[in-house]
Structures are given as C-alpha cells and as structure tokens.
C-alpha cells in the first residue's frame, strides 16, 4: 500500500526566513507522481506542483522549490523569504492507478505552517 | 484548469437525515473524487468516478454512496448521517491521469 508521511504536524517561522517542508513516501510502483497542495484559511486545496517519478530534478517556481530524491523517498518543499501568506496547510500526495486506469492520490497528513509577522 | 464548485460552504444537519453534497465541474472532465478531510488523519476517499453512471469505492465508502447521472455532477449522499460524519468535504475533479483540481470544501456538522 502506498503510505505519505509528514512528520511535522506544525511549524512556526519569522517573516522572511526560509522554511523547509517534509516529505517521504513509500511505493511499490516505478511509475507514479507526487503533488504538493496548500490548504489556505479558506478551506480550498490550491495545487502547487506535480512531479513525475523518472524526473528528479529540482524545480524553483519563484520563492518556491522542490526537491525530490527518488534515493531516501523524498519530495521536500522549500519557501524561500517567507511571507505571511504563506501561512497554510500544506499536504503532500502520491499518486497510484486504479484498476480503470485513473490516478487516485494518497495525502499525507499535512503541515500547517505558520509566519509570524 | 477545471473549475469545481460545491453546493453548500457549511452544512448543518441532524443525526439520521439523509444528506445530499453537490459538486459540479465545469470542464467536461471525466474523473471526479470526493474526499473528506478530517485533524491528523489528512484528505481520504470515500468514492470516484471515471464516467456517468460509473463509480469505485475509495479507501473510506461506509456510510455513504454517490450519484454521477451527468458527466459535470457528482453527488455525494449519506443515507443517514451520523455525528462520526462531521467532517470537511472536498470534491475534486480532473482529466485521466491528469492533475485533480478541488472545489471549495463543504463543512458538515451533524448534530
């Protein structure tokens, strides 16, 4: 089965430090996808970024980036100059095909991070 | 991207009634999900469903059942609700193997 696992439950920052977002997964597929979503106040998964299992490179999307190693099962994500609306849910996901061919996700449990002003 | 809409933000209902959440997709995508997300145990599914009239049980289907009879929405129904059914839920839709995008969430409290 597959298994995503965010061990911090919640993390507080000062505006403008950098913050780093865990990610480890466990899978038997050698095809497969991770995803990074952000919960706002709002209750709305927004969708961050998808990434292919064969493609290990880092991304940078502005302040954003990810890096994911296939080696330790990681897919870390990484807020560069915080800001406070960066202050969120954060969820990691992986994706498995269904016996119909479609994608279902399995969600770590989330981050809520926290900027403090 | 695929607009999702849901029907209700909040929802009040009493144990035993039997409730109705709506979800409508707007980009004539094939899949839709719901989920229900609830403290320390994260988003987990309840139903999805690849085409009209099409459904498979996720991880979570005790207690509910959905309805897909048009390909834009996907309903999802507690025959009887029960207070262990307070929840946030989210409904998601997207194209095959392709990216899911989320509806603003329905929060259900059952009394």
């Known amino acids: 089965a597959q298994k995503v696992t965010q061990a911090q439950t919640e993390i507080s920052v000062v505006e403008k430090e950098d913050v780093t977002l865990d990610c480890v997964y466990e899978?038997?597929?050698?095809?497969?996808?991770l995803f990074w979503y952000k919960q706002p106040p709002s209750g709305e998964l927004v969708f961050l970024i998808r990434?292919?299992?064969?493609?290990?490179q880092n991304e940078i999307s502005g302040r954003y980036s990810w890096n994911f190693q296939k080696s330790t099962s990681s897919f870390n994500f990484t807020i560069t100059a915080s800001q406070v609306v960066d202050s969120a849910v954060y969820f990691c996901?992986?994706?498995?095909?269904?016996?119909?061919?479609?994608?279902?996700?399995?969600f770590g449990t989330g981050t809520r991070l926290t900027i403090i002003p | 991207d695929v607009k999702v809409t849901q029907s209700s933000r909040y929802l009040v209902k009493r144990t035993g009634e039997k409730v109705f959440l709506e979800c409508v997709q707007d980009?004539?995508?094939?899949?839709m999900f719901w989920y229900r997300q609830d403290p320390g145990l994260g988003l987990r599914l309840i139903y999805f469903?690849?085409?009209?009239?099409?459904?498979e049980k996720g991880d979570i289907p005790e207690g509910y059942s959905v309805s897909r009879e048009k390909k834009e929405r996907f309903s999802l129904i507690l025959e009887s609700a029960s207070t262990n059914q307070t929840s946030m839920y989210l409904c998601?839709?997207?194209?095959?193997?392709?990216?899911?995008?989320f509806g603003p969430g329905t929060r259900l409290l059952v009394l």
């Open positions: 990434r292919n299992s064969f493609d290990e």
């Open positions: 998601a839709g997207s194209d095959r193997g392709e990216t899911q995008y």
């Open positions: 469903s690849y085409d009209v009239k099409m459904k």
């Open positions: 996901a992986l994706s498995e095909m269904s016996n119909f061919g479609n994608e279902k996700l399995t």
């Open positions: 899978t038997r597929d050698t095809t497969y996808y």
């Open positions: 980009m004539d995508h094939e899949n």
